[in-house]
């Protein structure tokens, strides 16, 4: 049965006798989330109108089937937007350990952006800091981020975007002593 620990509010930790799950949901950014809000009540109120001509115009056949199809599309729109207030409230990233492989997932609202990494060709896996450029009042400027990262012999991978440096110290550790990694594919010093 998986037993569930953590170390502050933010990070779920499940283990398994087979498996490590680590969890790390996404930080609520109260702007958006008012944005959103506002976006929505926006949506609700076009709808009406559209609603409300489609009802309107009786007998123009051509119309309404114009106005019926700008509704679909409306709708659809709506959907878009529905997906990514349901990311805001309850998306997250997740690590899975098991013995044959090390898997990031981040589950959208409607497909999953998962990758598998062999267990053997891990190496080097640090804590880092990112820098990204980000749009602040009309300029470009660079920030930065803590993230988790590891080499394969294809490639570099990133995951764990923006937390903080005391949660990716805990998820390495917590990796680390899953005992599904051996010490030498960690790195001996970690830059955040």
């Known amino acids: 049965m998986p037993t569930r620990e953590t170390n502050n509010n933010r990070l779920k930790i499940f283990r398994s006798r087979n498996t490590l799950e680590i969890r790390i949901p ?34 123009a056949f051509w119309i309404k089937t114009g106005i019926i199809v700008v509704i679909l599309g409306w709708v659809a729109a709506g959907m878009a937007g529905a997906s990514f207030f349901v990311w805001l409230f309850f998306g997250r990233e997740r690590i899975l350990l098991n013995k044959e492989f090390f898997i990031t997932d981040k589950p959208l609202v409607f497909f999953y952006r998962r990758n598998f990494y062999d267990i053997d060709e891990i190496k080097n896996i640090r804590t880092d800091i990112e820098v990204f450029k980000a749009n602040r009042n009309g300029a470009w400027i ?11 012999d294809d490639k570099h991978v990133t995951f764990a975007r923006g937390i903080s440096k005391e949660e990716a110290a805990f998820i390495i550790l917590q990796i680390a002593k899953s005992n599904y990694l051996r010490k030498e594919q960690f790195a001996h010093e970690h830059r955040s």
């Open 26 to 59: 996404i930080r609520k950014n109260t702007k958006v989330l008012i944005a959103m809000i506002i976006a929505t009540l926006a949506w609700i109120a076009v709808l009406f109108i559209l609603v409300k001509l489609t009802l309107w115009y009786h007998d």
């Open 142 to 152: 660079d920030e930065q981020r803590t993230v988790i990262k590891f080499d394969t």
